[in-house]
C-alpha cells in the first residue's frame, strides 16, 4: 500500500499527533506510530479507519468556491466590440472575462481569442461572433478540488447562487489561496 508510506505525510499537512489521529480514528497511538515506521502493516479495517478519518479531516480542511471566488464580476455583451473587450480588460487588468446578454451568461471572451483577431488587424468584430462555449457555473458550496479540476480545462468558473451570478474564480484566485 503505497499510501501507508504516505501516512506520516497526510497527518502532519493536517497537523495532527499521532495520538490526535488515533484518538480521532479509534485505534492506539502505538499501531500509527508502527505503521509510519513501516514496522507492520495494519489490518484493512484499522488501515480504512485511519484513511477515512483522514479524508473526513482534510474535506473539512478544504475551502469552498464561496471562500475563494471575486465577487465583482466584469463582464462585456455579445454585442459590443473587439476593441470595446480590450479596453474593458486593458482598464481591468484581467485577461478573460464572461460573455452575459440579459443576465445570462453566454460565452466568454480570451486574451488569446482577441490576439488572434487583432493580429488580423479586426478590433470592430462582434464578440458575440467569436466567443468562447460559456465557462463552468458552480454553486457556492463547490469544493475547491472540483474548481481546481475545472480549471485545468477552463480559464474561469462562474459561481451562481439561486439563479444569481455572485462570483468568478481564476486560477489566479486558487493560486492566492493555495500559496497563503
Given at each position: 500500500?503505497?499510501?501507508?508510506?504516505?501516512?506520516?505525510?497526510?497527518?502532519?499537512?493536517?497537523?495532527?499527533?499521532?495520538?490526535?489521529?488515533?484518538?480521532?480514528?479509534?485505534?492506539?497511538?502505538?499501531?500509527?506510530?508502527?505503521?509510519?515506521?513501516?514496522?507492520?502493516?495494519?489490518?484493512?479495517?484499522?488501515?480504512?479507519?485511519?484513511?477515512?478519518?483522514?479524508?473526513?479531516?482534510?474535506?473539512?480542511?478544504?475551502?469552498?468556491?464561496?471562500?475563494?471566488?471575486?465577487?465583482?464580476i466584469i463582464f462585456v455583451s455579445s454585442r459590443e466590440t473587439l476593441k470595446q473587450a480590450?479596453?474593458?480588460?486593458?482598464?481591468?487588468?484581467?485577461?478573460?472575462?464572461?460573455?452575459?446578454d440579459d443576465s445570462k451568461v453566454v460565452g466568454y471572451i480570451s486574451e488569446s481569442v482577441?490576439?488572434?483577431?487583432?493580429?488580423?488587424?479586426?478590433?470592430?468584430?462582434?464578440?458575440?461572433?467569436?466567443?468562447?462555449?460559456?465557462?463552468?457555473?458552480?454553486?457556492?458550496?463547490?469544493?475547491?478540488?472540483?474548481?481546481?479540476?475545472?480549471?485545468?480545462?477552463?480559464?474561469?468558473?462562474?459561481?451562481e447562487d439561486k439563479g444569481r451570478l455572485v462570483g468568478i474564480i481564476t486560477k489566479a484566485?486558487?493560486?492566492?489561496?493555495?500559496?497563503?
Amino acid at each position: 500500500m503505497d499510501e501507508l508510506g504516505e501516512l506520516k505525510k497526510l497527518r502532519k499537512k493536517l497537523g495532527l499527533t499521532q495520538g490526535e489521529l488515533a484518538r480521532r480514528a479509534n485505534v492506539s497511538q502505538s499501531l500509527v506510530a508502527k505503521i509510519e515506521s513501516g514496522k507492520i502493516d495494519p489490518s484493512y479495517t484499522n488501515a480504512k479507519k485511519i484513511f477515512e478519518t483522514l479524508s473526513l479531516l482534510n474535506k473539512k480542511n478544504e475551502l469552498s468556491a464561496s471562500d475563494i471566488m471575486y465577487k465583482k464580476i466584469i463582464f462585456v455583451s455579445s454585442r459590443e466590440t473587439l476593441k470595446q473587450a480590450i479596453l474593458t480588460m486593458r482598464k481591468n487588468n484581467i485577461s478573460q472575462m464572461p460573455v452575459l446578454d440579459d443576465s445570462k451568461v453566454v460565452g466568454y471572451i480570451s486574451e488569446s481569442v482577441l490576439l488572434d483577431k487583432l493580429l488580423e488587424g479586426d478590433t470592430q468584430t462582434i464578440i458575440g461572433d467569436v466567443m468562447e462555449t460559456s465557462p463552468p457555473i458552480l454553486p457556492p458550496a463547490t469544493s475547491q478540488g472540483i474548481v481546481a479540476n475545472l480549471l485545468k480545462h477552463f480559464p474561469f468558473v462562474l459561481i451562481e447562487d439561486k439563479g444569481r451570478l455572485v462570483g468568478i474564480i481564476t486560477k489566479a484566485d486558487l493560486l492566492k489561496v493555495a500559496y497563503k
